[in-house]
């Protein structure tokens, strides 16, 4: 099996039983933040523009690259389709003009043509862009596992699917967290100090499962090239840093006994034969500069793409919007069909564009103005053309555009929201519905919780709020205070409409 390196976490793998092309990314993403490190640029799309078969993991626009796919890929070949319940990436696939597809079943091995091929789809609405996944190559002799960005959790399933003799795991940030939150400097730089180190682990811990005999860190860092973002970049192994490169976690390793650990750079050519490897660079200095003198090497990667960036930030707006309304009229009947959703958020998520800032009101239902002052669950200050750009576009996953992009400033009061980022990574009907029923299939068990001498449904009959969060007890009638519907605790009739009934029970004999 040969594989060649792509930069970021694509290859080209090469096997007697067919060739295939995974995650090519080329084109900078997130309006114009991530470049693929190092740069690849240099690559020449015809040696691998033919495969047999494609695969792309996930629709994060790092390992889906429309424009790469449209202009240089064939488009009868065939593509390894992990087993999504959902058709988003399918459907990008097939308006790229990809026709040909291999529907792989979840975890399972397939025989395609000789080629062994097995793909573990992960589907919560947590995983990547409503959907991520890992794929198994294997050619009868050698056998690759790449993992890159996916977080399978069952080590037993993983290992059903091994022996592993080559593994590509990521190791590097892909987040916009803390690095954008507006947190007093000691906590942010403890904050990333922990995140750089857990990340890192998180790797650790994936490399000693798998048990690989070649591990190949990829997915990451990427560098971020304009101006406003360059400090982003890891230039001097700095502990507060979230995106280390490729040569500082193979110290790691090193530093923990593990060395299976291989560096391979865009052009790096990787022979495998069962667990023996050889690596060749296309040059001794494409593996040393890009780390030993980074500033530089981005310097020169930045000049070289001034223009590309220039035009990316001029597309951004094409005149001024009324993005209240517009937000309003896209909005509110999402949150409308997003009970469960609007329940875990249950307050409001502050979009501050600087000259104005909208309220997406999830207890209301509304999409109106925040006055300043006003409580909120999260908010993020942003260039007003960015959301001018995604509502112009009707991006439907601003998680996969605008939050990867780490060009804004968030603030958050409480702690970690995930209904919020669900939210925003589901903003059509068909995606929300997909989130809620997904949420849905969570609660499905019965769930009750004890108090004050009562047995209590937990979820809320009006809109699903959680009642151990929100339920307050006097005088025998339980208030949800999300909308202020009341119960009476007794008969379970609802005070406040009726249409609902509250389940509940009081715990042993009436005092
Ligand atoms: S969710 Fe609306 S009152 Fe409980």
């Known amino acids: 099996m040969r594989l060649t390196f792509l930069g970021h976490v694509g290859f080209h793998v090469e096997t007697e039983h067919g060739s295939v092309l995974c995650d090519p990314w080329f084109t900078p993403a997130y309006f114009g933040s991530w470049f693929p490190f ?15 078969f494609l695969y792309v993991s996930h629709l994060h626009r790092d ?13 009868d070949v065939r593509v390894l389709l992990p087993d999504f319940p959902t058709p988003f990436l399918e459907r990008e696939l097939r308006d790229l003009g990809f026709r040909h597809f291999v529907r792989t079943r979840n975890g399972e ?18 995983d990547g862009p409503l959907g991520d996944s890992a794929i198994v190559i294997g050619d009868g002799r050698t056998r690759l596992f790449d993992q890159n960005d996916a977080r399978p959790g069952d080590p037993a399933a993983v290992h059903a699917l091994g022996p592993f003799d080559a593994h590509v795991v990521q190791f590097s940030g892909a987040i916009w967290y803390p690095i954008v939150y507006d947190l007093p400097h000691p906590q942010r730089a403890r904050l990333a100090r922990e995140k750089r180190a857990n990340q890192m682990a998180r790797a650790r811990r994936y490399i000693e499962w798998v048990k690989a005999p070649n591990v190949f860190p990829c997915a990451g860092p990427p560098c971020f090239l304009d101006e406003a973002l360059f400090a982003y970049n890891d230039l001097h192994g700095d502990p507060e840093n979230i995106f280390p490169d490729q040569t500082v976690f193979l110290d790691e390793l090193a530093r923990a006994g593990i060395d299976t650990g291989r560096l391979v750079v865009p052009g790096s050519v990787v022979e495998l034969d069962g667990e023996r490897c050889t690596v060749t ?57 997003a009970p469960i959703t609007s329940a875990g958020i249950a307050g409001a998520v502050v979009i501050d564009v600087g000259d104005e800032a909208i309220a997406v009101d999830f207890v209301e239902g509304r999409v ?22 995604l509502v112009e576009r009707h991006v439907e996953d601003w998680v996969n555009s605008l939050f990867l992009s780490c060009r804004f400033v968030a603030h958050r009061p409480g702690p970690f929201n995930e209904y919020v980022m669900t939210f925003f990574k589901a903003l059509s009907e068909e995606r929300i519905d997909y989130v809620e029923a997904c949420h849905r299939e969570a609660r499905a068990a019965d769930e009750w919780f ?11 009959p009006h809109r699903q709020a959680d009642l151990t969060r929100f339920g307050e007890i006097d005088g025998g009638v339980l208030t949800c205070s999300l909308h202020h519907w009341r119960f ?4 379970g009739r609802c005070l406040t409409s009726d249409d609902r009934r509250l389940r509940c029970e009081r715990l042993g004999p009436p005092g």
């Open 63 to 75: 390992h889906f690259d429309p424009e790469f796919l449209a202009r240089h890929v064939r488009k």
């Open 488 to 491: 009476d605790l007794a008969t």
């Open 368 to 389: 109106r103005p925040w006055r300043p002052g006003e409580p909120y669950v999260y908010k993020v200050d942003v260039d007003r053309r960015l959301v001018e750009s």
């Open 109 to 126: 091995r397939h025989d395609v043509d000789g080629l062994e091929v097995a793909i573990m789809a992960m589907t919560a609405p947590a």
């Open 450 to 460: 004890e108090r004050d001498g009562w047995r209590i449904e937990r979820w809320c």
């Open 281 to 337: 660079h296309p040059s001794p200095d494409a593996a040393r500069r890009p780390f030993a003198e980074k500033e530089a090497y981005l310097r020169e990667y930045q000049r070289d793409w001034a223009g590309w960036l220039a035009s990316e930030v001029a597309s951004w707006s094409h005149g001024r919007r009324d993005l209240l309304g517009e937000l309003a009229a896209w909005f509110e009947p999402l949150v409308a069909r």
């Open 38 to 52: 190092p740069r690849n640029d240099d690559l020449d799309p015809a040696d691998f523009a033919a495969p047999d």
